[in-house]
T-cell receptor, first 108, second 113 residues
Framework: DAKTTQPNSMESNEEEPVHLPCNHSTISGTDYIHWYRQLPSQGPEYVIHGLTSNVNNRMASLAIAEDRKSSTLILHRATLRDAAVYYCITSNTGKLIFGQGTTLQVKP | GAGVSQTPSNKVTEKGKYVELRCDPISGHTALYWYRQSLGQGPEFLIYFQGTGAADDSGLPNDRFFAVRPEGSVSTLKIQRTERGDSAVYLC???????????FGPGTRLTVL
């Protein structure tokens, strides 16, 4: 079973920021927090990952709570191409356990 | 550069038959992963290799499923005596090492009639 909890779906307007939450209350000290997304009819795509500190890359930012029991993926300006299922995963090995993820709809 | 490739892209077989699914990882990636995804579900972990050896095969559902990676590059997922419940998209991914980002292939859609 997935060790994370995410909302089933979220909506956003184009060009607005999106904050996708994830709870991982049973995370271990060595688990990384990974985010992947899956566009329709494609394989999953890496978005970002982190351990303790907040992380930024060209796609998104990852904000990690101080106790590490939750995190938030931030898309700074959503575009229509960001419509996808977003998966939050905790792991300290290569084994990724995907849950149901959050389906993000982006409205023009 | 070339990404992860999987062949065939589609495979239709009959119940009880044997199938092989192939994955070509990104060159130089030591870790290789197999997942499967049923309609409306997230990907389900099957097995991952570090080099030639299976580092974790805890996701293989039963002994009809077997995977190999004899030279530490290409991998083959083998399914014996296929069942209708095996129908899914089989995804392969690779990474430089197990804690790095995984790059996924386009998948093989397996349909068991």
């Amino acid at each position: 079973d997935a060790k994370t909890t995410q909302p089933n779906s979220m909506e956003s307007n184009e060009e607005e920021p999106v904050h996708l939450p994830c709870n991982h209350s049973t995370i271990s000290g060595t688990d990384y927090i990974h985010w992947y997304r899956q566009l329709p009819s494609q394989g999953p795509e890496y978005v970002i990952h982190g351990l303790t500190s907040n992380v930024n890359n060209r796609m998104a930012s990852l904000a990690i709570a101080e106790d590490r029991k939750s995190s938030t993926l931030i898309l700074h300006r959503a575009t229509l191409r960001d419509a996808a299922v977003y998966y939050c995963i905790t792991s300290n090995t290569g084994k990724l356990i995907f849950g149901q993820g959050t389906t993000l709809q982006v409205k023009p | 550069g070339a990404g992860v490739s999987q062949t065939p892209s589609n495979k239709v077989t009959e119940k009880g038959k044997y199938v092989e699914l192939r994955c070509d990882p990104i060159s130089g990636h030591t870790a290789l992963y197999w997942y499967r995804q049923s309609l409306g579900q997230g990907p389900e972990f099957l097995i991952y290799f570090q080099g030639t050896g299976a580092a974790d095969d805890s996701g293989l559902p039963n002994d009809r499923f077997f995977a190999v990676r004899p030279e530490g590059s290409v991998s083959t997922l083998k399914i014996q005596r296929t069942e209708r419940g095996d129908s899914a998209v089989y995804l392969c991914a690779s990474s430089l090492d197990p804690l790095d980002e995984q790059f996924f292939g386009p998948g093989t859609r397996l349909t068991v009639l």
